[in-house]
Protein backbone atom coordinates (compact mmCIF):
# COMPACT_ATOMS: atom_id res chain seq x y z
CA UNK A 1 0.00 0.00 0.00
CA UNK A 2 1.92 3.54 -0.96
CA UNK A 3 1.63 5.98 2.02
CA UNK A 4 -0.95 8.83 2.10
CA UNK A 5 -1.83 11.17 4.64
CA UNK A 6 -5.43 11.97 5.92
CA UNK A 7 -7.30 14.66 7.08
CA UNK A 8 -10.40 15.45 9.24
CA UNK A 9 -12.38 18.57 8.41
CA UNK A 10 -14.89 19.74 10.74
CA UNK A 11 -17.00 21.29 8.33
CA UNK A 12 -18.47 20.45 4.91
CA UNK A 13 -17.31 23.47 2.58
CA UNK A 14 -13.68 22.96 4.07
CA UNK A 15 -14.09 19.08 2.89
CA UNK A 16 -15.20 19.80 -0.44
CA UNK A 17 -12.34 22.43 -1.16
CA UNK A 18 -9.91 19.77 0.19
CA UNK A 19 -11.68 17.38 -2.38
CA UNK A 20 -10.85 18.93 -5.37
CA UNK A 21 -7.00 18.19 -5.74
CA UNK A 22 -7.21 15.12 -8.41
CA UNK A 23 -4.80 13.33 -5.86
CA UNK A 24 -7.24 13.06 -2.87
CA UNK A 25 -9.89 10.70 -2.02
CA UNK A 26 -12.79 11.06 0.59
CA UNK A 27 -13.20 7.92 2.92
CA UNK A 28 -16.16 7.46 4.53
CA UNK A 29 -16.46 3.71 6.33
CA UNK A 30 -13.92 2.61 4.55
CA UNK A 31 -15.05 -1.00 4.01
CA UNK A 32 -14.01 -0.60 -0.13
CA UNK A 33 -12.07 2.21 0.47
CA UNK A 34 -9.30 0.41 2.70
CA UNK A 35 -9.80 -3.13 0.33
CA UNK A 36 -8.65 -0.63 -2.66
CA UNK A 37 -5.89 1.07 -1.00
CA UNK A 38 -4.22 -2.42 0.03
CA UNK A 39 -4.10 -3.99 -3.27
CA UNK A 40 -2.93 -0.69 -4.39
CA UNK A 41 -5.84 -0.33 -7.29
CA UNK A 42 -5.93 3.34 -6.32
CA UNK A 43 -3.11 5.44 -4.98
CA UNK A 44 -3.69 8.81 -3.81
CA UNK A 45 -1.38 10.73 -1.77
CA UNK A 46 -4.42 12.16 0.40
CA UNK A 47 -7.61 10.78 2.16
CA UNK A 48 -10.14 13.07 3.65
CA UNK A 49 -11.98 11.58 6.06
CA UNK A 50 -15.49 12.51 6.49
CA UNK A 51 -16.40 11.11 9.29
CA UNK A 52 -16.38 14.42 11.62
CA UNK A 53 -18.90 15.92 9.22
CA UNK A 54 -22.90 15.87 10.55
CA UNK A 55 -24.24 13.82 7.98
CA UNK A 56 -25.43 10.79 9.80
CA UNK A 57 -29.05 11.75 10.18
CA UNK A 58 -32.29 9.45 9.57
CA UNK A 59 -35.02 12.06 8.94
CA UNK A 60 -38.55 11.62 7.92
CA UNK A 61 -40.71 14.81 7.69
CA UNK A 62 -44.09 15.14 5.48
CA UNK A 63 -43.54 12.06 3.82
CA UNK A 64 -40.28 13.11 2.33
CA UNK A 65 -37.06 10.73 3.72
CA UNK A 66 -33.95 12.26 4.11
CA UNK A 67 -30.73 9.52 4.60
CA UNK A 68 -27.68 11.35 5.25
CA UNK A 69 -25.01 10.15 3.39
CA UNK A 70 -23.08 8.93 6.67
CA UNK A 71 -25.43 7.04 7.86
CA UNK A 72 -24.15 3.67 8.49
CA UNK A 73 -26.29 0.64 6.36
CA UNK A 74 -27.22 -1.05 10.16
CA UNK A 75 -28.77 1.93 11.30
CA UNK A 76 -30.98 3.02 8.02
CA UNK A 77 -32.03 -0.85 7.90
CA UNK A 78 -33.01 -0.89 11.47
CA UNK A 79 -34.81 2.42 11.14
CA UNK A 80 -39.03 1.53 11.72
CA UNK A 81 -40.07 4.33 8.68
CA UNK A 82 -37.83 2.63 6.18
CA UNK A 83 -39.13 -0.42 7.42
CA UNK A 84 -42.26 0.33 6.87
CA UNK A 85 -42.67 2.60 3.92
CA UNK A 86 -39.23 1.53 2.25
CA UNK A 87 -38.66 -2.10 2.70
CA UNK A 88 -37.04 -3.05 -0.54
CA UNK A 89 -34.41 -0.82 1.05
CA UNK A 90 -34.45 -2.10 4.25
CA UNK A 91 -34.19 -5.73 2.67
CA UNK A 92 -31.56 -4.53 0.21
CA UNK A 93 -29.10 -3.73 3.26
CA UNK A 94 -29.92 -6.15 4.91
CA UNK A 95 -28.75 -8.77 1.88
CA UNK A 96 -25.48 -6.28 1.83
CA UNK A 97 -22.27 -8.10 3.03
CA UNK A 98 -22.10 -8.69 6.67
CA UNK A 99 -23.31 -7.32 9.76
CA UNK A 100 -19.66 -6.28 10.42
CA UNK A 101 -19.82 -4.02 7.16
CA UNK A 102 -23.08 -2.85 7.87
CA UNK A 103 -21.94 -1.14 11.23
CA UNK A 104 -19.32 0.53 9.07
CA UNK A 105 -20.24 1.02 5.60
CA UNK A 106 -22.84 4.13 4.67
CA UNK A 107 -25.22 5.25 2.06
CA UNK A 108 -22.79 7.63 0.34
CA UNK A 109 -19.89 4.73 0.17
CA UNK A 110 -22.22 2.44 -0.66
CA UNK A 111 -23.82 3.83 -3.86
CA UNK A 112 -19.71 5.06 -4.54
CA UNK A 113 -18.75 1.01 -4.33
CA UNK A 114 -16.41 0.05 -7.38
CA UNK A 115 -17.31 -2.66 -8.89
CA UNK A 116 -16.19 -6.59 -7.74
CA UNK A 117 -14.41 -7.66 -11.06
CA UNK A 118 -11.45 -9.75 -10.75
CA UNK A 119 -9.05 -8.10 -13.04
CA UNK A 120 -9.91 -4.57 -11.71
CA UNK A 121 -9.11 -5.78 -8.10
CA UNK A 122 -5.59 -7.04 -9.34
CA UNK A 123 -3.17 -4.60 -10.82
CA UNK A 124 -1.26 -8.16 -12.53
CA UNK A 125 -3.78 -7.68 -14.93
CA UNK A 126 -4.33 -4.97 -17.49
CA UNK A 127 -7.98 -3.00 -17.02
CA UNK A 128 -9.47 -0.18 -18.81
CA UNK A 129 -11.12 0.80 -15.73
CA UNK A 130 -8.01 1.04 -13.26
CA UNK A 131 -5.57 1.80 -16.51
CA UNK A 132 -7.57 3.50 -19.32
CA UNK A 133 -6.71 1.73 -22.62
CA UNK A 134 -4.56 -0.70 -20.94
CA UNK A 135 -7.79 -3.50 -21.95
CA UNK A 136 -10.30 -5.58 -21.21
CA UNK A 137 -9.30 -9.45 -20.04
CA UNK A 138 -12.70 -9.74 -18.85
CA UNK A 139 -14.34 -10.03 -22.20
CA UNK A 140 -12.48 -13.19 -23.34
CA UNK A 141 -11.56 -14.24 -19.99
CA UNK A 142 -13.78 -15.05 -16.87
CA UNK A 143 -17.00 -13.02 -17.23
CA UNK A 144 -19.70 -14.89 -15.33
CA UNK A 145 -20.37 -12.48 -13.05
CA UNK A 146 -20.06 -9.84 -15.17
CA UNK A 147 -22.28 -7.43 -16.82
CA UNK A 148 -25.53 -7.85 -20.00
CA UNK A 149 -26.72 -4.81 -20.10
CA UNK A 150 -25.26 -1.49 -20.38
CA UNK A 151 -22.01 -2.52 -21.55
CA UNK A 152 -19.03 -1.62 -23.91
CA UNK A 153 -16.49 -3.20 -26.12
CA UNK A 154 -14.09 -1.40 -23.24
CA UNK A 155 -15.78 -2.58 -20.23
CA UNK A 156 -18.52 -5.15 -18.94
CA UNK A 157 -17.97 -4.52 -15.35
CA UNK A 158 -21.02 -4.78 -13.17
CA UNK A 159 -21.96 -2.40 -10.14
CA UNK A 160 -22.12 -4.33 -7.11
CA UNK A 161 -24.15 -2.25 -4.87
CA UNK A 162 -27.65 -3.72 -3.51
CA UNK A 163 -28.66 -0.32 -2.36
CA UNK A 164 -28.62 2.02 -5.33
CA UNK A 165 -31.37 -0.75 -7.32
CA UNK A 166 -33.29 -0.52 -4.19
CA UNK A 167 -32.65 3.52 -4.54
CA UNK A 168 -33.23 3.74 -8.14
CA UNK A 169 -36.35 1.49 -8.73
CA UNK A 170 -37.62 4.35 -6.32
CA UNK A 171 -36.92 7.48 -7.86
CA UNK A 172 -34.33 8.35 -5.00
CA UNK A 173 -32.47 11.52 -5.32
CA UNK A 174 -29.12 12.24 -4.41
CA UNK A 175 -28.33 15.82 -2.96
CA UNK A 176 -24.60 17.09 -3.15
CA UNK A 177 -22.94 19.48 -2.08
CA UNK A 178 -20.12 21.80 -4.58
CA UNK A 179 -16.90 22.47 -3.82
CA UNK A 180 -18.50 26.36 -4.48
CA UNK A 181 -21.05 25.79 -1.51
CA UNK A 182 -23.93 25.18 -2.95
CA UNK A 183 -25.91 22.63 -2.83
CA UNK A 184 -27.94 20.88 -5.90
CA UNK A 185 -30.22 17.74 -6.29
CA UNK A 186 -29.60 14.90 -8.70
CA UNK A 187 -31.68 11.87 -9.69
CA UNK A 188 -30.10 8.46 -9.05
CA UNK A 189 -30.85 7.66 -12.64
CA UNK A 190 -28.62 10.42 -13.81
CA UNK A 191 -25.75 9.65 -11.47
CA UNK A 192 -23.99 6.40 -13.08
CA UNK A 193 -22.74 6.55 -16.08
CA UNK A 194 -22.17 3.73 -18.78
CA UNK A 195 -18.81 2.52 -19.42
CA UNK A 196 -18.66 3.47 -23.10
CA UNK A 197 -15.05 4.49 -24.22
CA UNK A 198 -14.43 5.89 -20.43
CA UNK A 199 -15.10 3.54 -18.16
CA UNK A 200 -12.92 4.88 -15.53
CA UNK A 201 -15.42 7.70 -15.28
CA UNK A 202 -18.26 6.03 -13.23
CA UNK A 203 -20.97 8.65 -11.90
CA UNK A 204 -21.67 12.46 -12.82
CA UNK A 205 -20.37 13.44 -9.09
CA UNK A 206 -17.64 16.14 -10.41
CA UNK A 207 -14.00 16.77 -8.35
CA UNK A 208 -14.68 18.03 -4.94
CA UNK A 209 -18.50 17.05 -4.83
CA UNK A 210 -19.74 15.57 -1.81
CA UNK A 211 -23.06 13.83 -1.35
CA UNK A 212 -25.04 14.73 1.43
CA UNK A 213 -27.99 12.82 1.59
CA UNK A 214 -30.18 10.61 -0.30
CA UNK A 215 -33.75 11.42 -0.48
CA UNK A 216 -37.32 9.57 -1.01
CA UNK A 217 -40.27 11.42 -1.92
CA UNK A 218 -42.49 9.03 -3.45
CA UNK A 219 -43.95 7.41 -0.21
CA UNK A 220 -46.28 5.55 -2.07
CA UNK A 221 -45.01 3.45 -3.92
CA UNK A 222 -42.23 2.18 -1.74
CA UNK A 223 -44.62 0.69 0.99
CA UNK A 224 -45.24 -2.15 -1.08
CA UNK A 225 -41.81 -3.00 -2.32
CA UNK A 226 -39.33 -5.48 -1.56
CA UNK A 227 -35.53 -7.06 -2.65
CA UNK A 228 -34.66 -10.55 -3.89
CA UNK A 229 -31.38 -11.21 -4.11
CA UNK A 230 -29.84 -14.30 -5.82
CA UNK A 231 -26.39 -15.24 -5.26
CA UNK A 232 -24.38 -18.23 -5.14
CA UNK A 233 -24.09 -18.54 -1.22
CA UNK A 234 -26.84 -17.31 1.05
CA UNK A 235 -24.22 -14.74 3.32
CA UNK A 236 -21.62 -12.17 2.35
CA UNK A 237 -21.87 -12.59 -1.23
CA UNK A 238 -22.48 -10.41 -4.74
CA UNK A 239 -25.78 -10.70 -6.14
CA UNK A 240 -25.49 -12.92 -9.62
CA UNK A 241 -29.18 -11.15 -10.23
CA UNK A 242 -31.45 -9.10 -7.68
CA UNK A 243 -34.54 -7.34 -8.24
CA UNK A 244 -36.30 -4.48 -6.37
CA UNK A 245 -39.94 -4.01 -7.29
CA UNK A 246 -42.46 -1.90 -6.09
CA UNK A 247 -46.11 -2.01 -6.91
CA UNK A 248 -49.27 0.65 -6.41
CA UNK A 249 -52.25 -1.84 -6.54
CA UNK A 250 -55.53 -0.01 -6.85
CA UNK A 251 -58.94 -1.82 -7.15
CA UNK A 252 -57.47 -5.04 -7.94
CA UNK A 253 -55.11 -3.51 -10.55
CA UNK A 254 -51.81 -2.32 -11.00
CA UNK A 255 -51.43 1.69 -11.41
CA UNK A 256 -47.84 2.29 -11.05
CA UNK A 257 -45.10 -0.41 -11.27
CA UNK A 258 -41.18 -0.18 -10.46
CA UNK A 259 -38.36 -2.52 -11.39
CA UNK A 260 -34.87 -2.00 -11.34
CA UNK A 261 -32.48 -4.89 -11.85
CA UNK A 262 -28.28 -5.31 -9.98
CA UNK A 263 -25.74 -8.34 -10.62
CA UNK A 264 -26.99 -7.52 -14.48
CA UNK A 265 -26.12 -3.57 -15.54
CA UNK A 266 -23.13 -1.91 -15.37
CA UNK A 267 -25.22 0.47 -13.36
CA UNK A 268 -28.34 -0.42 -11.20
CA UNK A 269 -30.86 -1.36 -13.79
CA UNK A 270 -34.13 0.40 -14.07
CA UNK A 271 -36.59 -1.88 -16.96
CA UNK A 272 -39.14 0.52 -18.12
CA UNK A 273 -40.39 -1.65 -20.61
CA UNK A 274 -41.37 -4.76 -17.76
CA UNK A 275 -43.26 -1.35 -15.67
CA UNK A 276 -45.03 -0.71 -18.75
CA UNK A 277 -46.25 -4.14 -19.77
CA UNK A 278 -47.44 -4.05 -15.80
CA UNK A 279 -49.26 -1.88 -15.56
CA UNK A 280 -52.84 -1.48 -15.75
CA UNK A 281 -53.06 -5.76 -15.29
CA UNK A 282 -54.94 -7.41 -12.80
CA UNK A 283 -51.50 -8.94 -10.54
CA UNK A 284 -50.95 -12.83 -11.52
CA UNK A 285 -48.16 -15.58 -12.46
CA UNK A 286 -49.09 -15.28 -15.78
CA UNK A 287 -49.37 -11.38 -15.94
CA UNK A 288 -45.44 -11.34 -14.18
CA UNK A 289 -44.31 -14.09 -16.56
CA UNK A 290 -45.17 -12.07 -19.98
CA UNK A 291 -44.07 -8.98 -18.57
CA UNK A 292 -40.65 -10.07 -17.69
CA UNK A 293 -40.07 -11.70 -20.99
CA UNK A 294 -38.94 -8.41 -21.76
CA UNK A 295 -35.78 -8.41 -19.77
CA UNK A 296 -33.05 -8.68 -21.89
CA UNK A 297 -33.88 -6.84 -24.29
CA UNK A 298 -30.79 -5.42 -25.80
CA UNK A 299 -28.30 -7.98 -23.49
CA UNK A 300 -25.22 -8.34 -24.71
CA UNK A 301 -24.37 -11.89 -23.23
CA UNK A 302 -20.58 -13.87 -23.31
CA UNK A 303 -21.25 -17.66 -23.40
CA UNK A 304 -20.52 -17.31 -19.29
CA UNK A 305 -23.07 -15.24 -18.35
CA UNK A 306 -25.89 -15.62 -20.58
CA UNK A 307 -27.82 -17.35 -17.97
CA UNK A 308 -28.30 -14.28 -16.27
CA UNK A 309 -31.21 -13.17 -18.98
CA UNK A 310 -33.53 -16.34 -17.70
CA UNK A 311 -32.73 -15.76 -14.00
CA UNK A 312 -33.50 -12.35 -13.83
CA UNK A 313 -36.74 -13.09 -15.36
CA UNK A 314 -37.39 -15.73 -12.63
CA UNK A 315 -36.08 -13.33 -9.68
CA UNK A 316 -38.10 -10.63 -11.11
CA UNK A 317 -41.49 -12.91 -11.13
CA UNK A 318 -40.77 -13.95 -7.62
CA UNK A 319 -40.13 -10.62 -6.43
CA UNK A 320 -43.69 -9.45 -8.29
CA UNK A 321 -45.33 -12.59 -6.87
CA UNK A 322 -43.85 -11.88 -3.35
CA UNK A 323 -45.42 -8.51 -2.74
CA UNK A 324 -48.82 -9.30 -4.76
CA UNK A 325 -49.48 -12.13 -2.62
FE1 LIG B 1 -11.62 -3.78 -16.18
FE2 LIG B 1 -14.16 -3.43 -16.82
FE3 LIG B 1 -12.74 -5.18 -18.15
FE4 LIG B 1 -13.32 -5.67 -15.59
S1 LIG B 1 -14.77 -5.55 -17.26
S2 LIG B 1 -11.34 -5.94 -16.61
S3 LIG B 1 -13.34 -3.60 -14.77
S4 LIG B 1 -12.39 -2.97 -18.10
Given amino acids: MQNFSITSPSNLPAAAAAGQNSDTAFIAGGTDMMQLLKNNVITPSKLIDLEKLSLSEIKSEN ?24 PAISRALLLSASPQVRNMGTMGGNLLQRTRCLYFRDTGFACNKRAPGSGCPAIPGDSRDLAILGTSPHCIATHPSDLPVALMALDAELELLTPEGTTRRMSLSKFYRLPGTTPHIESNLEAGQIITAVILADQAIGRLSTYLKVRDRTSFAFALVSAAVALDIEDGLIKNARVALGGVGTMPWRVHQVELALCGQKPSDRVFELATLRIGEGAQTTEMNAFKVKLAQRTVVRALQAISA
Fill in 63 to 86: GVLRLGAMATMADVAAHPVVRQNW
